[in-house]
């Protein structure tokens, strides 16, 4: 059986379910490639007292896992919720044609715990992310999540840091003829060093040591309610 194991967003993240799942499986692996871990792999591997495997993108993207599944129980850990990445929905759908069971166990994500900002989570539109290389066009989803008055929730790859993701923003910005007021920044959402921060793009220049992982918000039409709640992160 193949199974998908979600671990939110901290250490205690995953459930006790998670945990005893964990344990039962003959071969657990930890994916590696989608986010910069806020904890030690160490401090993960003791708390379920058994040995992790580091499963990179093409370990993953090969699938596998779902050939491993058919001999034994084998598990995949997934920092935040188990099916955020569409490789990890694949996964189960190939996990399924070949005839072999497969399971995703849930946790916090990135998109429960930004309703911290105090935007409303019915009010946000298409996800997008800025790539660690030179691009732009992640700034036609945030238009058009402008035009319907949709929040922007925006990931960052992997390694990329605060400084380097405002660059790339600003640009994509400039070129796409985008103009905005305030950004919402989140540090380590869900963990005891979590910030949220509410900055013009000028402040936000001048930030220094956010730490990953990391996202940015783009608000958009605000209600009073949101308004008001932002404002305390000024």
Do not use: W
């Amino acid at each position: 059986m193949l199974y998908l194991i979600g671990l939110g967003l901290n250490f205690d993240g995953i459930s006790s379910y998670g945990i005893e799942i964990a344990k039962r499986c003959k071969r657990l692996y930890l994916e590696s490639y989608t986010v910069d871990f806020p904890y030690a792999k160490g401090d993960l591997q003791e708390l379920i007292g058994k040995k992790l495997i580091d499963a990179d993108r093409s370990k993953v993207e090969s699938l596998e896992l779902v050939d491993e599944a058919k001999k034994m129980d084998v598990g995949l850990l997934i920092y935040g919720s188990p099916l955020m990445a569409t490789t990890h929905i694949t996964l189960i759908q190939e996990a399924k044609a070949s005839g072999i069971k497969a399971k995703a166990i849930h946790a916090g994500s990135v998109f429960d715990a930004v309703a911290e900002t105090g935007l409303q989570l019915y009010k946000f539109g298409k996800i997008t992310s800025i790539p660690n290389f030179k691009a732009d066009s992640f700034a036609k989803t945030i238009q058009e999540n402008l035009s319907m008055h949709a929040h922007s929730l925006i990931l960052v790859d992997i390694g990329m840091e605060f400084v380097d993701a405002l660059e790339s923003l600003e640009n994509a910005l400039k070129i796409h003829g985008i103009k905005l007021d305030k950004i919402v920044i989140c540090q380590t959402l869900g963990t005891k060093n979590k910030k949220i921060m509410y900055k013009t793009l000028e402040e936000a220049r001048g930030l220094t040591g956010v730490r990953r992982p990391y996202c940015i918000v783009i608000p958009s039409k605000l209600h009073f309610a949101e308004k008001e709640f932002l404002e305390t992160f000024k």
